[in-house]
């Protein structure tokens, strides 16, 4: 019988000379929660010692930090992890290196597993990466399937929710692995779970930096542009989910000018223009970018733009030029 994925990542690991530990991308949202606790529990179950998921940025988004507490997330800062080093060990989870939106930590990434757009060979030692599905959660109940390992009643239940999320109720790049583990985690999930998340995705203060940024929205054609200000990366995808349900609107740039830069998120639902050829085009020769046909992400470092410039023209003139391409 061939070794399965799981098989495959536990011998490597057992050869960690030290800890092992779970990373997500910088601000997790509830996809790379639910795919790092489903793999924490995998890996545990396997015989994986000193072990730990870290993270490196504050988590804001009321529903994340929901998640944290319902479901006893083993989840700290890597400022706060007694040891983090080179003799350390990491697994990157729902995301790969180089991405702007991960921090490279002093730790040996051995492995990834992740749904976005490949990078590329980075020197892992494992990894899977399937960027046609539509979240990171789908691969882990898939390894949980595979090796015959029915999740706990709460890992299904973060993984149905992650599922959920990131394929917004299985209508935005959902494939047919997300559709099939949606539906075998359901009957497995605390679906009363599910309905107290949802009624916990916008806090107060998310509220009120939503109403800011809704009157900064501008509409070109089937453009919408939305400036967040002090807004986390999670908080910058949803304002744009919302926006891009707007009647007429299926395209929208969000962006938010930040200390160290602009941090933009890019929504699309039209299959002519590609939100992660749009971000690439958005932040070519300034910055970084990618992501998946329907949603992506990117950062210009503030140092690559001049004082002179002026950001919000510079993300308009340079979006509806790649519309304009994308329809000529």
């Not at 179950?45 to 997330?73: C, H, P, T, W």
């Not at 749904?115 to 030692?125: A, C, S, V």
């Not at 099939?180 to 107290?196: P, Q």
């Not at 203060?205 to 800011?212: G, P, R, S, T």
Request: hydrophobic share 40%; charged share 25%; aromatic share 8%.
């Amino acid at each position: 019988m061939n070794p399965t994925k799981l098989d495959i990542l536990v011998d490597i690991l057992k050869e960690a000379p030290d800890e092992v530990f779970i990373q997500p991308h910088n601000v997790p949202d509830p996809d790379a929660i639910a795919s790092s606790l489903g793999l924490y529990y995998l890996l545990s179950r396997r015989g994986i010692q000193k072990l730990a998921i870290v993270y490196d940025q504050e988590i804001e988004k009321a529903n994340s930090l929901r998640m944290l507490e319902m479901f006893k997330v083993p989840i700290i800062p890597a400022s706060q992890a007694a040891t983090l080093g080179a003799e350390d060990w990491a697994v990157l989870v729902d995301a790969q290196k180089g991405n702007a939106n991960i921090t490279d930590l002093p730790t040996d990434e051995v492995a990834a597993i992740d749904h976005h757009e490949y990078r590329g060979n980075m020197g892992y030692r494992f990894e899977d990466i399937r960027p046609e599905v539509g979240s990171c959660s789908a691969i882990i109940a898939d390894w949980f399937f595979e090796n015959n390992i029915e999740p706990p009643r709460t890992v299904a239940t973060a993984l149905l929710y992650g599922i959920f999320m990131d394929t917004d109720n299985l209508t935005r790049g959902a494939s047919d692995l997300d559709i099939n583990m949606f539906y075998r985690l359901y009957s497995l999930s605390d679906i009363d779970m599910i309905v107290e998340l949802k009624g916990n995705e916008i806090s107060i203060k998310d509220l009120e930096l939503y109403a800011e940024a809704f009157k900064t929205v501008e509409i070109y054609d089937e453009l919408g542009f939305l400036l967040l200000k002090s807004a986390n990366d999670s908080l910058l995808g949803a304002a744009g989910d919302i926006v891009v349900s707007v009647s007429g609107v299926n395209i929208v740039i969000a962006y938010a000018i930040r200390d160290t830069g602009i941090k933009l998120s890019v929504r699309s639902t039209r299959d002519k223009v590609r939100a992660n050829e749009m971000v690439r085009y958005l932040v070519e020769d300034y910055g970084v970018g990618g992501g998946h046909d329907n949603m992506a992400g990117g950062f210009i470092p503030k140092e690559n733009l001049g004082s002179s410039r002026l950001i919000d023209t510079f993300i308009k003139h340079r979006a509806i030029a790649f519309y304009e391409k994308c329809n000529g």
